[in-house]
């Protein structure tokens, strides 16, 4: 099992940038699977970037080329850097963890975009 913690949201400007970052407890944490998940207000939650073991990263449109996802297996750590940040972007966003003993999220933390 693995614990995660997510920190870095607060509230920004529109046209800003935050990072978001996943902090894991196992040192096996090179091995999993992780995406960034949000989930704004009365809507479903959604994933927002996904990488892989292998380092290969996946993006849903709305973000492609606004946020990178990116790992450091040295401090089991997992970064959604996210720029020209939105309304649009403002929700809880959570970290999940994949491996082939289950799936694990993270507490969430907020981002609001607003002026």
């Known amino acids: 099992q693995v614990e995660l913690v997510e920190s870095g949201g607060g509230l920004v400007q529109p046209g800003g940038s935050l990072r978001l970052s996943c902090a894991a407890s196992?040192?096996?944490?090179?091995?999993?699977?992780v995406g960034w998940y949000r989930q704004a207000p009365g809507k479903q939650r959604e994933l927002v970037a996904q990488?892989?073991?292998?380092?290969?990263?996946g993006y849903v449109d709305s973000v492609r080329g606004r946020f990178a996802i990116s790992r450091d297996n040295a401090k089991n750590t997992v970064d959604l850097q996210m720029n020209s940040l939105t309304p649009e972007d403002t929700a809880v966003y959570y970290c999940?963890?994949?491996?082939?003993?289950?799936?694990?999220w993270g507490q969430g933390t907020q981002v609001t975009v607003s002026s």
């Open positions: 990488i892989t073991s292998g380092g290969t990263a």
């Open positions: 999940n963890a994949i491996n082939f003993k289950g799936s694990y």
């Open positions: 196992s040192s096996s944490f090179s091995n999993y699977k």
